[in-house]
């Protein structure tokens, strides 16, 4: 089974991307909606995570941005943070792959944000990084809900820049010349990778 790595920076279209792999048959693991059910009423994370940090607790598990206002507030929160969060992250997908293989799939993509930046990408057999021109990136991020320029920014500065996520990829995904033009270079990986 190949196991192929996406990743790529905020409002490339990594999302847009990962559906396309989706569309075509492909079982897709998504880094971001496991860190949901972790958080998410009855998750593994909620009782640890509240611990640290006492009224992010709610009705339907943690609550988000009581944890980004703690984070803010306490820099080093985060990395505490990380640490409960990592392994049951890793646990669900470690899940996924034990179901895939036993499920005869010839290729999975995992799609993880921060591939790079955690070391993700020792584990799969080859990268995948979705990129766009960084003034399309810009004006993509800031049409988001509750994104301000000083937010993006900051969720920049925690990424590996694009340049070199670029320069390590296995594949590219250009994302700027359209949807079908992205399909098409899903299509030409997925010949590859089969």
């Not at 790595?5 to 989706?22: E, W």
């Not at 048959?25 to 972790?38: C, E, K, L, T």
């Not at 998750?43 to 009224?55: E, N, Q, S």
């Not at 990268?127 to 800031?142: G, I, K």
Request: proline share 6%.
């Amino acid at each position: 089974m190949i196991v192929l790595g996406l990743t790529g920076s905020i409002a490339m279209g990594k999302s847009t991307t990962a559906a396309m792999f989706a569309e075509a048959g492909v079982p897709v693991w998504d880094a971001d909606a496991a860190v949901h059910r972790a958080y998410g009423h009855g998750g593994a994370a909620v009782d640890p995570v509240a611990a640290l940090v006492p009224g992010a607790r709610g009705p339907s598990g943690l609550d988000r941005e009581v944890l980004r206002r703690a984070i803010a507030a306490d820099p080093t929160l985060l990395t505490r943070i990380e640490r409960i969060v990592h392994p049951v992250v890793g646990a669900d997908r470690a899940r996924f792959l034990e179901d895939a293989r036993a499920a005869g799939e010839g290729v999975v993509v995992l799609d993880i944000p921060l591939l790079f930046e955690t070391g993700g990408d020792a584990h799969v057999d080859r990268t995948v990084v979705v990129t766009c021109d960084p003034a399309e990136q810009r004006r993509r991020a800031l049409s988001r809900p509750g994104m301000t320029p000083d937010r993006f920014d900051a969720l920049l500065a925690r990424q590996i820049p694009d340049v070199e996520k670029r320069a390590r990829a296995g594949y590219i995904v250009e994302t700027g010349a359209g949807l079908d033009a992205a399909r098409a270079q899903v299509a030409a990986i997925l010949k590859e990778s089969r």
